[in-house]
Nanobody
Framework: QVQLVESGGGFVQAGDSLRLSCAAS????????MGWFRQAPGKEREFVAA????????NYGDSVKGRFTISRDSAKNTVYLQMNSLEPGDTAVYYC????????????WGQGTQVTVSS
């Protein structure tokens, strides 16, 4: 089992920045991928960003490219999501997730952290 705990959400104004953290514990994998997703009320879950743990290669959803940055700290088993130039459309619950490889489904999920961006 893998446990994921997100933190760092909050209420901010448009244009502000936030950094989310996701601390992982429990079972580890050698080629796992950690991702961030978000879900706004009444909308489907949306892919935000992902990072391959071993290579630190990253990819982003189109709506956040150029504004959000995903990174990881291997020593702390923590992944971060730096969110800049936040917009009201970024308001959502943000979830951290893990999949064992780039070809498997996301298997473990955190409980989510709320991000609210006011105009």
């Amino acid at each position: 089992q893998v446990q994921l705990v997100e933190s760092g959400g909050g209420f901010v104004q448009a244009g502000d920045s936030l950094r989310l953290s996701c601390a992982a514990s429990g079972r580890t994998f050698s080629r796992h991928v950690m991702g961030w997703f978000r879900q706004a009320p009444g909308k489907e879950r949306e892919f935000v960003a992902a990072i391959t743990w071993s290579s630190a290669s990253t990819n982003y959803g189109d709506s956040v490219k150029g504004r959000f940055t995903i990174s990881r700290d291997s020593a702390k088993n923590t992944v971060y999501l730096q969110m800049n130039s936040l917009e009201p459309g970024d308001t959502a619950v943000y979830y951290c997730a893990v999949r064992r490889t780039i070809v498997t489904s996301y298997e473990y999920w955190g409980q989510g952290t709320q991000v609210t961006v006011s105009s």
